[in-house]
């Protein structure tokens, strides 16, 4: 088994592209869209966000509850369609999500006790089905900050899905892989696969030895080969992070870290919050989202160019 994607090598962004030319990221464009006060929303702040069909859907934790925010959006415009409880306190932060075709894996956790956390399974493919419980909640539970959620990412393989699941800040991240493609199945479920620990790894052969708190993380696949990404805020730099998984290595090898690039991300917006890719478009997308849902959600998109 493989996971991999475009991804970004020494500074740019690179897949394998018709004309074989190296791409930069570049400033595509802003939306934002007034949203009015939440009263079941105060506090926290936004943690992750994705874009399909049309729809942008935003994570965010609050003192109360853990939540996803759907919007509208055409250009620079996003337009407030409703929110959705995904959990109540103390499970009332989510963190960092991605979706793989219709469905959104999202993790929530218990921010105080950092023991406790659920990844639910999420089909956005109708109203209908987005409103309903989560057809699927992988639940997680055990030592202080090793047993969070607050990064999910999910990539789509040929028969199964493949999870990876951040523990407070990334620091280990475990890989699970699901005995079908159908959430719904009575016996669908997710078997853990293999964990990997930042603290131990080998990094000789790292592009460069730094790793980020990863707030949000993307798997993505390209030619066979599975790449995981990392967003952060480092500093006043926002970076995304790029790491090839090689299967057959050990715990200590298993990720190897193979690029970073920086974005300039607009005042207000950051890594830390929340951010993602998008591949929609024949050009590939980062996306990026402000600290509050209310007065007005933000979101920043990249798109690349050739130099």
């Avoid at 105060?42 to 996803?68: I, N, T």
């Avoid at 956390?117 to 202080?144: C, E, M, Y």
């Avoid at 730094?210 to 730099?237: E, M, P, R």
Wanted: hydrophobic share 35%; glycine share 10%; net charge neutral.
């Amino acid at each position: 088994m493989v996971v991999g994607a475009c991804l970004f090598v020494h500074g740019v962004f690179s897949q394998t592209l018709p004309n074989s030319k190296l791409w930069f990221p570049i400033t595509a464009g802003i939306a934002k869209g007034q949203v009015t006060e939440q009263p079941d929303l105060k506090g926290g702040h936004l943690q992750g966000v994705q874009l399909r069909e049309g729809k942008l859907y935003v994570s965010g934790s609050s003192d109360r509850v853990a939540y996803l925010t759907i919007f509208g959006m055409q250009e620079s415009e996003l337009k407030f369609i409703g929110t959705k409880k995904l959990g109540e306190k103390p499970m009332n932060h989510a963190g960092g999500f991605q979706l793989a075709d219709n469905w959104l894996a999202i993790g929530i956790e218990d921010p105080i006790s950092r023991r406790e956390s659920q990844v639910q399974l999420i089909d956005v493919s109708t109203s209908k089905s987005f409103s309903a419980p989560p057809a699927f909640i992988l639940h997680r539970k055990g030592q202080q900050g090793r047993s969070t959620a607050g990064a999910v990412a999910l990539l789509r393989r040929k028969d199964h899905f493949l999870l990876a699941v951040g523990s407070w800040n990334s620091t280990v991240i475990d890989f699970y892989i699901s005995n079908g493609l159908d959430p719904y199945a009575a016996d669908f479920n997710f078997k853990l696969w293999t964990s990997w620990d930042s603290r131990e790894a080998l990094r000789k052969s790292w592009t460069d030895r730094d790793y980020g708190s990863y707030q949000s993380i993307q798997l993505t696949s390209d030619s066979g080969v599975v790449y995981l990404s990392g967003f952060c805020l480092d500093g006043k730099i926002n970076r995304v992070d790029v790491f090839q998984l090689n299967t057959k290595a050990d715990p200590y090898t298993l990720v190897q870290k193979i690029g970073s690039t920086e974005f300039p991300c607009q005042e207000g917006l950051s890594f830390r919050y929340g951010a993602g890719y998008n591949f929609e478009e024949k050009k590939p997308r980062v996306l990026v989202v402000n600290h509050d849902l209310w007065p007005e959600t933000v979101v920043q998109l990249f798109g690349l160019t050739a130099d």
